[in-house]
């Protein structure tokens, strides 16, 4: 199994006395059990953790336009919890649950 999901990334800073918050949107494949358990837990909002390697790439469209993208090929997920707001049945909040799964190298890729 492979699935995908995108991670914002909050930077503030302060610039000539006035702070700015910039947003950054990083996209995370995850392989095996690992992208199976993501799809079941995770939902927008969600704070998680991610380690892994990043991954550049670059194709070509159909219509002859070459794309490229950043990405990071998760080697470990872990859930942070729910989303604001979000509870589990009963009114509990989740605990923290840690996943971690051998990931193919880039060269098996399907992309």
Known sequence: AVTTFTVAVNRVYTQQGEKKEEVSYIKVVVWA?????????????SPVFVEGRIQSRSWE?????????????AERVQFL?????????????TEPVDTQTNVPSGEDAPF
Do not use: D
């Open 33 to 45: 059990k690992m992208a199976e358990t993501c799809g079941e837990y995770l939902s927008k909002g």
């Open 61 to 73: 469209t159909p219509q002859g336009e070459k794309r490229s993208a950043v990405e990071v090929i």
């Open 81 to 93: 919890g729910r989303a604001k707001g979000s509870k589990q049945e009963g009114g509990a909040e």
